[in-house]
């Protein structure tokens, strides 16, 4: 069967989190979506796990449904066990910053995984514990639990806490994973990448490219997921992922890149935003401050790359680049994404039309037409052509998507003339 799944949320329990984030307002907002399999996040936190127990039902296949779902769509929303964790260590003379995806196929396996990290750090201080040795040996103590736990380097490319991070992170995920590198065959691309991007490098090939949300807020779930076609199992799903399997692993759902808060480099504070060949003009100086600038995951990508843009590998598993809906309604509607007026758009429309992922990637023109207004399916259309105008974010600043800016100047040309 062919499903979408978001790997990459996170709890209530862990730092800028909404407090709605809970296994029942992850299902609601899978089925506004279009996701059929959602990450629980933060199974490492004490509370939340229990949560999860008293909660979920375990499947025969490694996966869960709600025990108790409060709407009857809900039920069809199954969840995989998924959590991050964070390793700050010192390795090569320099500190090192790395944050890690950990998938698992059982309640008692995740017991495992916790009472070891225990030992090692404080699993309630945080959703995503902390903690000082190696991600290396991260790795170790993950395989000798379960040879069925899938580690995967989370939001690759991202200026902290990621594994080619300009700030914190390695050239390679040899240098980084060292003896243990064999084990991973799976990274995470994050927001401000794209697989186009990543396909630059020829060293990862052999490595699948997955991406989630890294959702901090229910709404926000499913901005970027994977599309599979193959039995809603866990092992399953990990062969698939483990095997790089274009037959099961469709595409992957991206953001335009440019969107993501680290995409180019500058500084927020001092409104700087530079690209890569202005940041080295500046030798990597910021102009108002003085202070170095914070590089951003275009210019990490062009520092690693040996091949040039627009390459593709042979055996690629395709992406998709989606502007999520509420902000096309809201171009269409001139208002700002969060007004009621926008959010009574996007409800009439998802009720009548289907899933937000349906309408944005498959339902035609005319049919959005019959129900929305033409400006609004002309916006979609603009937005599958990729017919958009991006100012990229920059140190933790999202970039700006105008879709209609064109239309917009047009409209104001014709004003003017009459």
């Known amino acids: 069967m062919q499903f979408i799944a978001d790997f990459h949320v996170h709890s209530r329990y862990s730092r800028a989190t909404s407090k709605n984030m809970q296994v029942e307002a992850l ?22 796990f229990a949560e999860l127990k008293a909660k979920l039902a375990p499947e025969a296949n490694g996966l869960f449904v709600l ?23 010192t390795q090569g003379e ?60 989370a939001h690759a490319w991202t200026p902290w806490f990621s594994l080619f991070g300009a700030n914190s992170g390695f050239d390679s995920i ?30 990862l090939d052999k490595i699948t490219l997955i991406s ?16 599979f076609n193959c039995p809603l199992d866990y092992y399953e799903i990990i062969d698939a ?53 914070t590089v951003g995951v275009m210019h990490r990508v062009e520092s690693l790359a040996d091949r040039p843009e627009d390459f593709t590998p042979q055996d690629a598993i395709p992406a998709r680049h989606l502007v999520p809906l509420t902000e096309i309604i809201a171009g269409a509607l001139s208002q700002g994404v969060n007004t009621k007026a926008v959010e009574g758009e996007y409800q009439r429309l998802i009720s009548h039309l289907g899933s937000e992922l349906d309408i944005l990637l498959n339902i035609p023109e005319e049919e959005v037409t019959r129900l929305a207004s033409s400006r609004l399916a002309r916006g979609i259309k603009r937005m599958r052509e990729g017919r958009l105008r991006i100012v990229p974010g920059y140190d933790g600043v999202f970039g700006k998507i105008n879709i209609f800016a064109e239309e917009e100047k047009e409209e104001q040309r014709q004003k003017e003339l009459f």
């Not at 299902?27 to 509370?47: S, V």
């Not at 070891?116 to 040996?137: E, I, M, W």
């Open 27 to 48: 299902a609601h907002w899978a089925r506004n979506k279009g996701i059929t399999l959602m990450g629980t996040g933060d199974f490492t936190h004490p509370a939340y």
């Open 67 to 89: 025990k108790n779902p409060p709407e009857p769509g809900d039920a069809k929303v199954h969840f995989i066990l998924t959590t991050e964790v964070s390793n700050i260590f």
């Open 94 to 153: 320099k500190s090192r910053k790395i944050h890690t995806l950990l998938f698992a196929p059982s309640f008692e396996v995740v017991e495992k995984i916790n009472a070891d990290l225990a030992k090692r750090g404080n699993l309630y201080a945080d959703g995503r514990p902390t903690f000082s040795f190696p991600v290396k040996d991260l790795v170790k103590i993950i395989r000798g639990i379960s040879p069925d736990i899938l580690i995967v380097p």
């Open 174 to 203: 040899e240098e980084c994973f060292e003896e243990e590198a064999g084990h991973i065959q799976v990274i995470e691309t994050g927001l401000s990448s794209d697989p186009q991007m990543n396909w630059r490098l020829s060293a």
């Open 212 to 227: 989630n949300s890294d959702a901090h807020s229910p709404s926000k779930i499913g901005r970027e997921a994977n599309v």
């Open 241 to 293: 992922l483990r095997k790089k399997d274009k037959n099961r692993l469709l595409y992957t759902i991206e953001f335009f890149p440019q969107e993501g808060k680290y995409h180019y480099d500058g500084h927020r504070n001092c409104g700087v935003l530079f690209s890569p060949a202005e940041t080295k003009s500046h030798n990597f100086i910021c102009p108002v401050c003085g202070r170095r600038l």
